[in-house]
């Protein structure tokens, strides 16, 4: 046995290595609070096992993979300990003071992290949780801890949730064919989640957008506007005909009435949504540039003035050019 297992056997250092990362304060709080010798942290500094980054102090990553596998796996007396010491966490990334919490937690990661920890359930509802919110910041620090859960078996790699995540994670980076890859591995799910319609949606336009498999394209667009009918989510079925009516423009002018009447029900759907109108009057013109081209001057000219009030310089630029191309 090295002196690194010996190391790794000391309950500060699971306690330390329970958590990614912490600030010098949530350290400090953390030994405290378990009745811990506050002069282990020094020592770890000193010995270059308690390692600074940015603002934050993580354990040297060898020390904590030795510390997590002594901790759960090989004595149950540690086992134990590990629950209370993911359970103390836990309540910190729910309720603790925001400024002294480390970055994983302060934008909410940490409650699916440590949730994950003491019950797969509740855990994987969390990172599902996570995958909505528009933040890629957000979406890259749940999928890399999930990704350390995953390798450690405490959550399954191929569980809808974590897949969506990662599907949703690579789409927010521009990561798109990587990431249609991912989420093509829910598509057939016989599922009425929500996450089972946007990786139908998302996956169906990659495939419409490619010219791949056109019918399959289709049929995933119909399933995930099925579903979005079936949960009343306006938002999905704005996003889907839209979607839909796109792909008929690009890929077949004989359905060209089938598009028209899509964008004519996402128009009213959207009726409180600017953005979403502004979006899809600008599809709408390229439509008609043909058969009306003053119809369309007219919904560029709108689609521009709602860009213009939002401050969507690149829309505006956009719409500006399809003006001068028609």
């Known amino acids: 046995m090295t002196r690194l297992d010996d190391i790794a056997r000391a309950p500060e250092v699971a306690l330390l290595a329970a958590a990614p990362s912490h600030t010098r304060t949530s350290a400090a709080e953390a030994v405290e609070s378990f009745g811990y010798d506050k002069s282990m942290l020094g020592l770890l ?10 603002n934050e102090l993580r354990i040297n990553e060898d020390l ?10 090989l004595e149950p007396s540690a086992h134990l300990r590990w629950a ?35 019950d797969r359930k509740l855990g994987l509802e969390a990172y ?54 991912i989420l093509r591995q829910l598509v057939q799910l016989k599922s009425p989640a929500r996450e089972i319609a946007i990786a139908q949606h998302l996956v169906a336009r990659s495939d419409c957008n490619s010219r791949n498999n056109l ?14 009918r079936r949960r009343k989510d306006t938002q999905h079925q704005i996003h889907v005909l839209h979607s839909m009516a796109n792909c008929i423009v690009h890929t077949d002018s004989s359905r060209f009435g089938e598009a028209r009447t899509m964008l004519d029900e996402a128009l ?11 979006q899809i009057l600008h599809t709408y013109a390229r439509l008609e540039r043909k058969k009306s081209p003053a119809k369309a001057r007219s919904m560029l000219a709108e689609s521009i003035r709602i860009g213009e009030r939002l401050g969507y310089s690149r829309h505006v630029a956009m719409a500006k050019d399809s003006l001068k191309n028609l």
């Open 45 to 54: 500094r000193s010995l270059g096992l308690l390692i600074s980054s940015g």
């Open 64 to 73: 904590r993979d030795r510390a997590i596998a002594y901790a759960t796996k």
């Open 84 to 118: 209370e010491f993911q359970s103390y966490y836990f309540d910190v990334a729910k309720n603790g003071e925001k400024d002294n919490r480390p970055s994983y937690m302060q934008i909410g990661a940490g409650y699916a992290y440590h949730g994950a920890e003491l």
């Open 128 to 181: 599902l949780s996570l995958s909505h919110v528009e933040s890629l910041a957000l979406s890259i620090e749940a999928s890399k801890l999930a990704d350390e859960q995953t390798q450690r078996d405490v959550l399954s790699a191929d569980s809808p949730e974590i897949l969506f995540l990662k599907g949703m994670t690579l789409y927010r980076a521009g990561r798109n064919d990587q990431a249609v890859e």
């Open 215 to 228: 019918d399959e394209a289709r049929r995933l667009f119909q399933q995930s506007l099925k579903s979005g």
């Open 268 to 278: 009213m759907l959207a009726k409180n949504d600017d953005w979403a109108r502004a």
